[in-house]
Every structure is written in C-alpha cells, then in structure tokens.
C-alpha cells in the first residue's frame, strides 16, 4: 500500500479528533429570538425502514409515489449510514448530533440525562414551538425525550400512521401559525407486518394474514405458548416465508407513504409546505434473512440494517442525489446551519448544508462508525449473532464510500469482516483474509474513532422502570422476553 493512502488515513484520524473532542456549550441565548418568519422544521422518522425498499432508492416493486415526489424535489443522499442499527440508540443521535458513546444512551430502558443538548431544545430557546410524537415506547416522554418540546405525547395503542398524522395535523391546527419545530416517529414498518388490507392486495405474495410470520408473532405471544429462538432470531424460513414477509414489510412501506403523503398535502393546503425544512429518515433497517437473520434488526451491522433513508427538502433546497457517506449524527448541525443558527461545532455530527444548498457537491470524505446493540437482561440470548456468552461489547464498524470492516467480540479474539461495499453491496464476500492491507487501514479508523469517544458515555444513563403497559407494547413489537 502507497504512503498516500496512509496519508489519507491519518487526515481522516484528525479530523475525527477535531470533530470529536471540541467542547460542548450551553444552550442558546433565550433572548436571542427567532424570527418570525424562520422556516419550520418537520422531522418524519419511520421506525425499521430499509433505503433499498423505497422506489427513490431504486426499489422497483415499491409503491411510494409520495416519498419519491419529496425526493425528486429535494436532496436524497444515497448513502446515509445510522451509528447503530437499533432504536433506544440511534433516535438520541438524531436528537444530539452525537456518538452513543457520547448521548450515554445503549439499552432500551435508559433515559436520556439533561446534559444532552437535544435540537428541540436549542430550537425551543428560540422561540419554535416544539412538538414530539413517538409511536415506539421507546421514545417516551418520560426517558427525557421531552426535552426542549412544549407537547409530547407517546402513543402505546392505537398508533399507526394514520392516527400519529392525525395528532400531528391536529398540533398543526393550533400551532402553526408560529415558527414550529414537529418530530414523528411512525412505527411503520416495523415487526409484525400488519398493513391495510389495501396495501397487501399490492403484493400477490402477501397472502392471507392468518398464514404469515407475523401472525404467529402475535397469535403465539398472546397464547404464551411460542418459542423465540425457532420463530425469530434462529429461524430458518423458507423461499414462500422470505417471499410473503418480504411483501408485508413492502405493504407497511406502501401505507407509511400514503400517510406521509397525506402529511405533506396538509402542508401544502395549509400555505405550510413553502416554508417548512422537511427531513425523511429512519431510525434502522431490517434483516429480512439476508443474513441468516430474519424480521429483525439490531443484531448486526450490515447494509440492510446500517443504510437508511435520508431525505431533506427545504423552501430553498436544489434537486439531487448526494452519493457520498452521511451519518445520521449530521442530520442535527445540518438543520441548524440551515436556520442559520450557530452551534460551535461541538457535536460529533458535521453539518451537510453545503449539499442540500447545492454550493458543494461534495464535502471532505469522513466515514461512518456503527454498532449494533449490547445484550442485556431481558433480550434474547439464544442468537448467536447478539450474544456472545462471557464476552461483552458490541460489534464496531466503519464504513466509507467502497469498504466496510466489521469487529466481532469473541471469547479468544476479535472476528473479522471486510466487504467491498461497490463490488459487493450484498455483503456475502468477506476479504479480511486476503485485504490485509486494506483491513489494517480501516482498523487503525475505527480505533482512532472510538478512542477519542468517551470512555463509556456522557453520563451512567438512568434504568427506568417499565410500566405494565408500555411492557406488553414492548413485547408486541419483539423488544422484551418475557
């Protein structure tokens, strides 16, 4: 390997040190108010959503005109990669601009400590009205996620996206009139799949309800009588299983866009739309037994997990397709560069402004850092792939435009898995062995990534907790054993 790729190595290590250790401020000055006429800010998250499911991102069987038409007239950045691949720690990223390892967030019981600096927060001294609603217990008003928003309500029952949109439209209704800042997180598509019967008449493979996987999720769990291990993280499906899951899954993504769509017509009609910053993303994707790992997701690192939608649409925005690597830690310092609002670049995240302006088209190339989730008491112990008996820790990744290298724990040594993300998007070649060269340089990255993280988080996140409702919610979705 020449010494200018090492060159580059060591560059790419700076600027993670310059990018990782600049201190954190207060937040805004209160009495430095926002002015009236400053564009709202519309955050639509849609819990478990792959990017390769979308037509935008190239899907071809997918049903979603609405999300395609906010892409064809915003930025879609095509590879926007989340810093972990599971809820209770990628959501605290979008919020703080920040690493997990900085935010303090890991289990899905933690809460989020007030010595994050949360987006609605720095909006909130502003001035913006601010509006939160979750449909995933997870994101609780009660886990500090309420910080900085006047209104924020979690809907445990009776929480698809028709009704979260109805809530938002309802908020809408009163609010704005005023500078506001509005943040959905839809549980659309997430497990079981249970769209409309309108949308599964989209997809002959979709058969009937009754035969399907997520049937049995929910027939079983309900009876008590239903093994985890054979029905999910071991489960070997076969071709008509993978088919008719798969066609549910494109089911719930069919309906989520009809909503989204539904959303995005109440601003128009509303006189909203032209001066309304719109970000569409999602919080993880789904393993949909790509990888041996079925309807699942947070037990691994892999495209279907980690590349995640991202689209941003603004009054002003140009129209086109970034292919450079973002991260979901961007998405905060972008949106307040795009308000014009200074935040000393003190997060972990970078601000992509440059793109969606269309001033740059493309920025200095830094790479993504992903983890998967630890395993704790309450998750699944029988999957191999998430729990690794007497090793902890996660799998730590870094991806860049063409390769991705992935650590396993393992009780004698660490594994090793290096892919060529162009050549092989699917990742079913692993070139550890015969890339050392490549391998060690993406190493020498991730160890200069998580070295000057802090050593553990921000503060020891607070155990909440659960209420029996938000318990069986939690259940239902495939978060808790019993």
């Known amino acids: 390997m020449n010494k200018h790729f090492w060159i580059i190595v060591i560059a790419v290590g700076v600027s993670l040190v310059l990018i990782l250790i600049t201190p954190r401020p207060d937040a805004p000055d209160p009495s430095k108010q926002i002015d009236p006429h400053a564009w709202n800010v519309l955050i639509i998250q849609a819990d478990t959503l792959r990017a390769d499911r979308l037509g935008a991102y190239g899907h071809t069987r997918a049903k979603t005109p609405n999300l395609d038409a906010l892409a064809a007239e915003g930025v879609l950045f095509e590879q926007h990669i989340v810093n972990a691949t599971y809820t209770a720690c990628s959501i605290p990223s979008l919020l703080t601009g920040n690493y997990q390892d900085r935010h303090g967030l890991w289990f899905h019981g933690d809460t989020l400590s007030e010595k994050n600096l949360t987006l609605p927060e720095r909006l909130s001294a502003l001035g913006y009205k601010t509006a939160g609603f979750s449909a995933n217990p997870i994101v609780h008003e009660d886990r500090g996620y309420a910080q900085g928003i006047d209104s924020m309500r979690t809907l445990k029952q009776n929480n698809n996206a028709e009704q979260m949109v109805d809530h938002a439209t309802n908020w809408l209704d009163k609010n704005g009139d005023d500078p506001f800042f509005l943040w959905l997180l839809l549980i659309d598509p997430h497990f079981p799949y249970t769209p409309p019967d309108r949308f599964t008449s989209l997809y002959p493979e979709s058969g009937t309800y009754?035969?399907?996987?997520?049937?049995?999720?929910?027939?079983?769990?309900?009876?008590?009588?239903?093994?985890?291990?054979?029905?999910?993280?071991?489960?070997?499906?076969?071709?008509?299983?993978?088919?008719?899951?798969?066609?549910?899954?494109?089911?719930?993504?069919?309906?989520?866009?009809?909503?989204?769509?539904?959303?995005?017509?109440?601003?128009?009609?509303?006189?909203?739309?032209?001066?309304?910053?719109?970000?569409?993303?999602?919080?993880?994707?789904?393993?949909?037994?790509?990888?041996?790992?079925?309807?699942?997701?947070?037990?691994?690192?892999?495209?279907?997990?980690?590349?995640?939608?991202?689209?941003?649409?603004?009054?002003?925005?140009?129209?086109?397709?970034?292919?450079?690597?973002?991260?979901?830690?961007?998405?905060?310092?972008?949106?307040?560069?795009?308000?014009?609002?200074?935040?000393?670049?003190?997060?972990?995240?970078?601000?992509?402004?440059?793109?969606?302006?269309?001033?740059?088209?493309?920025?200095?190339?830094?790479?993504?850092?992903?983890?998967?989730?630890?395993?704790?008491?309450?998750?699944?112990?029988?999957?191999?792939?998430?729990?690794?008996?007497?090793?902890?820790?996660?799998?730590?990744?870094?991806?860049?435009?063409?390769?991705?290298?992935?650590?396993?724990?393992?009780?004698?040594?660490?594994?090793?898995?290096?892919?060529?993300?162009?050549?092989?998007?699917?990742?079913?070649?692993?070139?550890?062995?015969?890339?050392?060269?490549?391998?060690?340089?993406?190493?020498?990255?991730?160890?200069?990534?998580?070295?000057?993280?802090?050593?553990?988080?921000?503060?020891?996140?607070?155990?909440?907790?659960?209420?029996?409702?938000?318990?069986?919610?939690?259940?239902?979705?495939?978060?808790l054993s019993e």
């Open 210 to 479: 009754e035969e399907s996987l997520s049937w049995q999720w929910e027939f079983n769990q309900s009876e008590a009588e239903w093994d985890k291990e054979s029905l999910m993280w071991g489960y070997v499906a076969n071709e008509q299983q993978i088919a008719q899951e798969s066609a549910l899954y494109d089911g719930e993504i069919a309906y989520l866009d009809e909503q989204v769509g539904r959303l995005l017509d109440y601003l128009d009609e509303n006189g909203l739309r032209d001066n309304t910053l719109i970000v569409f993303t999602s919080d993880h994707g789904e393993e949909l037994a790509e990888h041996t790992l079925f309807c699942t997701h947070g037990n691994s690192t892999y495209e279907t997990l980690a590349r995640v939608p991202l689209i941003i649409q603004t009054p002003d925005s140009t129209t086109s397709r970034v292919p450079q690597v973002v991260r979901t830690i961007d998405i905060a310092p972008t949106i307040l560069s795009l308000l014009d609002i200074p935040y000393e670049d003190e997060m972990d995240g970078r601000s992509l402004a440059p793109l969606v302006r269309g001033t740059e088209t493309a920025l200095p190339k830094l790479p993504a850092y992903i983890a998967n989730g630890p395993i704790h008491e309450g998750f699944w112990k029988e999957n191999p792939r998430m729990y690794v008996k007497g090793v902890q820790g996660t799998w730590a990744t870094v991806r860049t435009e063409e390769w991705k290298l992935i650590r396993i724990p393992h009780p004698e040594k660490y594994i090793f898995e290096l892919y060529n993300i162009k050549t092989d998007p699917e990742e079913k070649h692993n070139l550890y062995n015969s890339n050392p060269d490549q391998a060690a340089a993406l190493i020498t990255i991730l160890d200069s990534i998580k070295t000057r993280l802090p050593d553990g988080s921000l503060v020891t996140p607070q155990q909440q907790e659960l209420d029996e409702e938000t318990r069986q919610t939690l259940e239902s979705l495939g978060y």
